[in-house]
Structures are given as structure tokens and as C-alpha cells.
């Protein structure tokens, strides 16, 4: 039988989703523990990739097993789990259902924090320079990649992509004072390696006045690397959405 489940995870202590020979990742954490209530080992494939410090408000996997599901399975699992990693729910779906593949589009957000926050340093990346963010070149610099289809200037070099192809749906930042926060969200259909990191440091370099809007179209539009690169660290980064068409 096959099975999906929806979990949540907290990435800073974890090399990422996938694991790793030399680091703890979520994905082993998860499946050194299902065996002690499942009486077996099991495999489970992830909806993505994250790399490591990112973090996942909203991620599936999934994965066969020949045991049946006890009603108590929930409550126990997420016991014997660290506090950073939590199962909401657990389901079974036709053996051909796949997490990775089937999904339609993934949603991120990256936070970013305009003071200093002891609450959230793990979850927000502190930027003490908004007082000098042209706000309206960083809104173009994420309008701008809604034109586009293929974004080699944000991908890491290190990747096995077979495609530079995104159908991106959303890219644009909110703004909340009140709070002293700055989101980035961004949706696609399929994501490459590093690139809202990328993504984020470009906008907030445009802002900045390092980076022509010009500069970043004419790097779309041939496929180039940018002048700057700037990838913004993990921490501030979380999956939010991930959507199939069932």
C-alpha cells in the first residue's frame, strides 16, 4: 500500500530534506523512526528538495508499506519525533501516486526581518538596511521575472538540471511595518537549485542600487550569469505550498 503524508519541519539542525552520508537530514530522521511503529523499514520520497537551514511549513512525502495504519499512528509518531519535525496526517493514495512528481506548483516565502529579533532568529534573516531599499526597484525586479520562462541566472552552477524552465505564477513582496518584516513569495511549477535565494538577493540588490533592473532582463533574456550574484542565507527561507491536482 502506498501512503502520503503531510509534515512540517523546522530545518535549522538538518543538512536539508534528502539525506546526506556525513549529516543529519530530515528525511533520515523520519526514517529511522517510522520503523519502530511500522515493524519495518521504509523509504519515503519527498515532494523536493531543501537545502540545509531551510525549513518547510507544508511538505509531503511518500511511501509503500505492508502495514495498516493504527488510528493512535499519528499521536505516536509525532512523540517519539523531535520537536522540529512534526506528521499531520497520514493517508493512503493509488500505488501510482508520486509526492515529486505529481505536484502542480510549489509556493515559497522568504523572511526577512528588519530589526534585530531574538524570537525568530532562526526563521527570519535580520537585514539592518531597509532605510536604504528603494522599495519600487525591488517590486520591479520581482515583476519583472513574471515575463520569463527560463531563469539560468538563478541556479546554482552545481546542478543536474536537465531545464532552465519555470512557469512562474507569483513573485512579490509584502511589506509589514507594523511587524518589521519584509516576505518575498514566489510560485512555480518546479523550482532549480538555489533559486529563490538567488532570486531574493537580486531584488534586494536592485533596491540597493548594485543591480540595474535593465541588467537582470538582459540576463533573462540571454541566459547569462548577473554581474552580482547575491544568494541570501537559508534560515529565512520556508516551503509553504505544495499542490497536486488530486
Same mark, same amino acid.
Not at 546542478?159 to 516576505?183: G, I, Y
Given at each position: 500500500?502506498?501512503?502520503?503524508?503531510?509534515? +512540517?519541519?523546522?530545518?535549522?539542525?538538518?543538512?536539508? !530534506?534528502?539525506?546526506?552520508?556525513?549529516?543529519?537530514?530530515?528525511?533520515?530522521?523520519?526514517?529511522?523512526?517510522?520503523?519502530?511503529?511500522?515493524?519495518?523499514? =521504509?523509504?519515503?520520497?519527498?515532494?523536493?528538495?531543501?537545502?540545509?537551514?531551510?525549513? +518547510?511549513?507544508?511538505?509531503?512525502?511518500?511511501?509503500?508499506?505492508?502495514?495498516?495504519?493504527? &488510528?493512535?499512528?499519528?499521536?505516536?509518531?509525532?512523540?517519539?519525533?523531535?520537536?522540529?519535525? =512534526?506528521?499531520?496526517?497520514?493517508?493512503?493514495?493509488?500505488?501510482?501516486?508520486?509526492?515529486?512528481?505529481?505536484?502542480?506548483?510549489?509556493?515559497?516565502?522568504?523572511?526577512?526581518?528588519?530589526?534585530?529579533?531574538?524570537?525568530? +532568529?532562526?526563521?527570519? !534573516?535580520?537585514?539592518?538596511?531597509?532605510?536604504?531599499?528603494?522599495?519600487?526597484?525591488?517590486?520591479?525586479?520581482?515583476?519583472?521575472?513574471?515575463?520569463?520562462?527560463?531563469?539560468?541566472?538563478?541556479?546554482?552552477?552545481?546542478?543536474? +538540471?536537465?531545464?532552465?524552465?519555470?512557469?512562474?505564477?507569483?513573485?512579490? !513582496?509584502?511589506?509589514?511595518?507594523?511587524?518589521?518584516?519584509?516576505?518575498?513569495?514566489?510560485?512555480?511549477?518546479?523550482?532549480?537549485?538555489?533559486?529563490?535565494?538567488?532570486?531574493?538577493?537580486?531584488?534586494?540588490?536592485?533596491?540597493?542600487?548594485?543591480?540595474?533592473?535593465?541588467?537582470?532582463?538582459?540576463?533573462?533574456?540571454? &541566459?547569462?550569469?548577473?554581474?552580482?550574484? !547575491?544568494? =541570501?542565507?537559508?534560515?529565512?527561507?520556508?516551503?509553504?505550498?505544495?499542490?497536486?491536482?488530486?
Amino acid at each position: 500500500m502506498r501512503y502520503f503524508t503531510e509534515l +512540517a519541519y523546522k530545518g535549522t539542525r538538518y543538512c536539508g !530534506w534528502q539525506r546526506q552520508p556525513n549529516a543529519m537530514s530530515v528525511q533520515e530522521k523520519l526514517e529511522d523512526t517510522l520503523p519502530t511503529l511500522l515493524g519495518e523499514m =521504509v523509504q519515503l520520497t519527498g515532494c523536493g528538495r531543501t537545502d540545509a537551514g531551510v525549513h +518547510a511549513s507544508q511538505f509531503f512525502a511518500h511511501f509503500d508499506t505492508q502495514r495498516p495504519f493504527e &488510528q493512535a499512528f499519528l499521536g505516536r509518531i509525532n512523540r517519539l519525533l523531535p520537536p522540529d519535525i =512534526v506528521l499531520y496526517r497520514v493517508w493512503e493514495v493509488t500505488p501510482d501516486a508520486h509526492a515529486r512528481f505529481d505536484a502542480t506548483q510549489r509556493s515559497y516565502e522568504y523572511h526577512i526581518s528588519l530589526r534585530k529579533d531574538p524570537f525568530h +532568529a532562526d526563521t527570519h !534573516w535580520h537585514f539592518p538596511f531597509f532605510a536604504r531599499l528603494d522599495m519600487d526597484k525591488v517590486r520591479q525586479a520581482a515583476a519583472v521575472l513574471l515575463e520569463y520562462e527560463a531563469f539560468y541566472p538563478f541556479c546554482k552552477s552545481e546542478t543536474d +538540471a536537465k531545464t532552465m524552465r519555470c512557469k512562474l505564477t507569483r513573485s512579490e !513582496w509584502v511589506l509589514d511595518e507594523v511587524a518589521h518584516r519584509l516576505t518575498f513569495c514566489i510560485s512555480a511549477d518546479r523550482f532549480l537549485r538555489g533559486m529563490v535565494r538567488l532570486i531574493v538577493g537580486a531584488c534586494l540588490n536592485a533596491g540597493l542600487g548594485q543591480l540595474t533592473i535593465d541588467e537582470i532582463r538582459r540576463s533573462l533574456e540571454l &541566459q547569462t550569469r548577473l554581474a552580482k550574484s !547575491w544568494s =541570501v542565507p537559508p534560515h529565512g527561507l520556508f516551503l509553504t505550498q505544495v499542490e497536486y491536482p488530486y
